[in-house]
């Protein structure tokens, strides 16, 4: 029952700032209305996906973006999440780009 009125709340909030404030109000407002719950657990998800792409590519070497998103069913993590992933890792030295789309392990 919580869950509904707090879903309807945030939906309500939501159409009301994306009506009266412009652009850049309405983002500040909707960022700060997520929880350090919500950042917890999207760090956690991060961190999985990572660790799901290194341990591939320790186990089969040099691969191609395309072979490690078949290989782990990246088409189910949700939109912009396995490109988010390669990017961060990238980023944090968990594995390295070699050439266009092909990553190998650190």
Sequence with gaps: MIFFFASAGASAAYLTV???????????????????????????????????IKNLLEDKGELDKDAIGEALGCKYWGPMRFRNALKEGVKRGVFHKTGRNRYRPA
Aim: no cysteine; glycine share 0%; proline share 3%.
């Design 18 to 52: 994306s009506e009266i404030f412009p652009m850049e109000t309405r983002a500040m407002a909707i960022a700060f209305s997520s929880s350090s719950r919500d950042q917890d657990e999207m760090n956690w998800w991060l961190d999985r996906e990572l660790s799901l």
